[in-house]
């Protein structure tokens, strides 16, 4: 049974940093590509960043590109987001889940597993 489960959110200051933790079980981790991914208040899910199951390539939406840092270690069954210079607009709520998408060599087509995803973990940006 696959089960993820997404923790460190917080509430932090416009520029400040949280780091989001997202531990994997009942699937083949290293094989698999995970994205975070994030839902605001009445907006829709929104993808944020994948990196592949060996961690040799990461994508990430425009908006976070050069704050957000998504990283692996297949030895923990981890997956992590690493945030910073975070902005009340990154106010969500997180998920991690595995991603069953695509590249052409300049951009990712997600395709989340939708039911496999976790609970989420929190973030609010605000000073």
């Known amino acids: 049974q696959v089960q993820l489960v997404e923790s460190g959110g917080g509430l932090a200051q416009p520029g400040g940093s949280l780091r989001l933790s997202c531990a994997a079980s009942g699937f083949t981790f290293s094989s698999s590509a995970m994205s975070w991914a994030r839902q605001a208040p009445d907006k829709g899910i929104e993808w944020v960043a994948v990196?592949?199951?060996?961690?040799?390539?990461?994508y990430y939406t425009d908006s976070v590109k050069g704050r957000f840092t998504i990283s692996r270690d297949n030895a923990k069954n981890t997956v992590y987001l690493e945030m910073n210079r975070l902005k009340p607009e990154d106010t969500a709520l997180y998920h991690c889940a595995r991603d069953k998408g695509w590249s052409d060599g300049s951009r990712w087509y997600p395709a989340i597993d939708f039911p496999s995803w976790g609970q989420g973990t929190q973030v609010t940006v605000s000073a």
């Open positions: 990196i592949f199951g060996d961690g040799s390539e990461t």
